[in-house]
């Protein structure tokens, strides 16, 4: 299962959507290589990819929340955190394990899955808060 961009994922600020678009697109680079059978090189890379662009992002967002003193910044640092684990885990799994059917349902639940939900759910509420802010 690919995800795909659409408006519903979309914040309203460039910078956050331009980043949300390449972890949408890493996500599915990563669901392709397990899928078509790529080789271990090429999942390895893949999924090192989304753990680097993750953190990047994840410290830029938490940037442009404290910078607009978002209030729930301690908690939405705790849903990074969370997921960044999850990531490793997963990581750790397929370079053990290779890309199962397991590993696969688990790219898309824990991973594409949360990202959609966050970005909807949380991101949402950051990028509406930093354009009152006026930022």
Known sequence: MAFTWSAALET???T???QHKELVKAVNDLLTACKDGQGADKVNATLNFLVSYTKRHFGEEEKLQEKSSYPDLPNHRKLHEG?????ADLSTE????G???IAINKIVRNIGDWLV???QK???KIAAHIKKMGQ
């Open 122 to 124: 949380e991101d949402a």
């Open 12 to 14: 309203g600020h460039i």
């Open 83 to 87: 997921f960044v684990k999850v990531v």
């Open 16 to 18: 956050i959507d331009s």
């Open 94 to 97: 397929l370079k053990q394990t």
């Open 99 to 101: 890309p199962t059917p």
């Open 117 to 119: 939900n966050h970005i």
